[in-house]
T-cell receptor, first 116, second 115 residues
Framework: AQKVTQAQTEISVVEKEDVTLDCVYE???????LFWYKQPPSGELVFLIR??????QNEISGRYSWNFQKSTSSFNFTITASQVVDSAVYFC?????????????FGKGITLSVRP | DAGVIQSPRHEVTEMGQEVTLRCKPI?????LFWYRQTMMRGLELLIY????????DSGMPEDRFSAKMPNASFSTLKIQPSEPRDSAVYFC?????????????FGQGTRLTVV
């Protein structure tokens, strides 16, 4: 079975603060992918990043950074110097890859509100 | 590429009626996923297909729900009969299983309201 836990449900910060969104996953598979998606108020789901289970390198993209740690089964997302436009629901997701079995499971999402 | 296309964008129907949601995946993608999003349950995976074959339908809530993928470019999710608790946003997503391209691309969703 696979599971994604986003323990934080809602986070509110003031603009320019840094914020970290937590994600913990469970799987028995050794080959898998982790993702973060953003869902702005308009409702569409926007892909942000992909990480495979063999690549634990952290990644930085502008104000966004991701910390993948297999030892703690975590894939956390940090927004530096948050902006109002970052207000959205953020989903962490896990996809296993075992033959045709390629289930993509999402966490419940974290609602981030950035106040001016 | 136009992306994943879902229709209709909004659907309002009366309880007991049949509802059919449609999805056209991205050309060349061999996986298609149907999700339901509600405030209470978040994004739930209902069913997914690989090469038009259903692989896992364990998320389908009950027999009133059915999904088909008659060919690589079209899928439907049908609810018959519909109930008010089916009100949600239904998303379709497509993907490959390629090692470097595993992310799913989502359609705009269908907002279903059953009154």
């Amino acid at each position: 079975a696979q599971k994604v836990t986003q323990a934080q449900t809602e986070i509110s910060v003031v603009e320019k603060e840094d914020v970290t969104l937590d994600c913990v996953y469970e799987t028995r598979d050794t080959t898998y992918y982790l993702f973060w998606y953003k869902q702005p108020p308009s409702g569409e789901l926007v892909f942000l990043i992909r990480r495979n289970s063999f690549d634990e390198q952290n990644e930085i993209s502008g104000r966004y950074s991701w910390n993948f740690q297999k030892s703690t089964s975590s894939f956390n997302f940090t927004i530096t110097a948050s902006q109002v436009v970052d207000s959205a629901v953020y989903f962490c997701a896990l996809r296993i890859l075992t033959g045709a079995n390629s289930k993509l499971t999402f966490g419940k999402g974290i609602t981030l509100s950035v106040r001016p | 590429d136009a992306g994943v296309i879902q229709s209709p964008r909004h659907e309002v129907t009366e309880m007991g009626q049949e509802v059919t949601l449609r999805c056209k995946p991205i050309s060349g993608h061999d996986y298609l996923f149907w999700y339901r999003q509600t405030m209470m349950r978040g994004l739930e995976l209902l069913i997914y297909f690989n090469n038009n074959v259903p692989i896992d339908d364990s998320g389908m809530p009950e027999d009133r729900f059915s999904a088909k993928m008659p060919n690589a470019s079209f899928s439907t999710l049908k609810i018959q009969p519909s109930e008010p608790r089916d009100s949600a946003v239904y998303f379709c997503a497509s993907s490959t299983q390629g090692f470097a391209l595993a992310e799913a691309f989502f359609g705009q969703g269908t907002r279903l309201t059953v009154v």
